[in-house]
């Protein structure tokens, strides 16, 4: 399986590729996370992404694509992946397809997970994320058993520096932009199921799954 989560920032991508990705036994990769864990390791292509993401902005396509096709090409991605902040542009959706074609695989499902402006920004300011596992956590909807303590492995939780409300407000017209027109183009493609994303985190978790029934899930 290997699967596309399309949606605006907080709407609960990394939540719920997390849930998929584990139950489907296949890879979570998330775009974002490839970028932190670089800045955490004082990589080249950590320092070059770190103004960009600080402002809100998207990181060029040629870095980001070449980022992920090394991810792809590793070997737990082989039995297949969840696509969580990737791609983010026509250029990136592009690039996917034609690296895709060429080793003769295709996108089995793109969701797109819709969630209003309003709730994106309630969101988006109370996150916490695990320093060690990425998970996220939000201060009211979804807190963690003990403060400040990531429940899966104990990481300490932290508030990402691009969840400040400026860079907030910059994420939501950068995706209105520049990613918004990917629904379009998987639509186009076919494949494409849209799930309404407001509901509780369990609610969305059983729409979610119910648009793989490939899976077994
Ligand atoms: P994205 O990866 O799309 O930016 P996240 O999965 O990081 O989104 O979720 C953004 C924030 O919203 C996190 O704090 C998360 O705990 C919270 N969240 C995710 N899904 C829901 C939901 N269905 N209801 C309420 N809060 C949610
Ligand atoms: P969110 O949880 O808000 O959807 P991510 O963690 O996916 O955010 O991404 C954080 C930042 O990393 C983005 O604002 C952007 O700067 C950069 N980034 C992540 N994925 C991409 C991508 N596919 N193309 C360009 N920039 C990206
Ligand atoms: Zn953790």
New binding site residues.
Partial sequence: MRIIIL?????G??TQAKVVADSLGIAHI???????DHQERGTKLGSM?RS??????????D??IGM?EERLHSSDAQRGYVL??????LE?ARALDKTMEKEGQRIDLAVNIRVSEKELIRR?GG?LVCRRCQR?YHEVSSPPRKRGVCDECGGELYQ?E??TSE??RR?IQ??AKQ?APLIQYYYERGGLVEIDGEGSIDEVRDSLLKTMPKAGV
């Fill in positions: 949606g605006p920032p907080g709407a991508k990394g998330a775009s974002g996370d490839l970028l932190r992404a960009y993401m600080q402002q809100g902005l998207l990181v060029p396509d870095v980001i992920i969580d902040g990737f791609p983010r542009t990136q988006l996150r996220p990402r691009d969840d860079a907030v994420r950068v995706y990613t």
